[in-house]
């Protein structure tokens, strides 16, 4: 019975809403913007998350909700990710969440080398990228941070810089995942709310205000790296 409620609900409530209501509103408030609840392309970021290793424990990833933006003169695309895996318990199963939260490409300036920085016990390297690390003790036992390039690494993470992130990613007690790739800026935003889901009465409002939430979280993030050259 539960099942069935499900699924009227996302049938005759939730499909309608993300399909026609969301993009309309979203429109309203930036015409610019382009809202997709599925997105086609999702194949290319899969195969970006499981080269990289970024989120080395998960093999099944539900993306939606994806949105089409120009902030502070970057295209970004967006999107909630939800990554899981399932673990054997004898003769169950359980499905495990790796991953949840918002996943942010932005289409970005060409800088030194590309990294990975991620929070995580074991070193999971992938190829290509060695282990550095900087005079930042409290940044080192924070996070794992991999370089293709550790000379030109530390043009790119120069002291403010380092100190900038470890600052903003301790908003998210660290968990951030940033991953820059042949000019893009991926950020990996843990976060267990679902946005866009308020059916009710000040849905409009919310769907701004949900709006407004993401871009002001990737903003930081492009503020971060887009400066470093000023040290």
Known sequence: MVIILAVFYYLKIQKPFKENVIPLVLKEYKPTLEFIPKLEVKDDYIDLIKTHKLIPSATTFNINDGIIDEINGYKVTSFDLHATHTQSNGKSSTTVTDFKGRFYDVEFDKLDCD?????????????????????????????????????????????????KYYELAGLDDFKTIVHYHKNHLYVYLYNSKNIFENTGEDYKQSIINDYKEQYEDILKYIETFKYYKLD
Do not use: C, Q, W
């Open 115 to 163: 990294f990975i920085i991620k929070e995580e016990i074991l070193k999971r390297m992938p190829n290509g990228y060695s282990f550095l690390e900087f005079e930042h003790i409290e940044f080192n036992k924070a996070f794992n941070i991999y370089v293709t390039d550790e000379h030109e690494a530390f043009k790119v993470f120069t002291p403010s810089v380092i100190k």
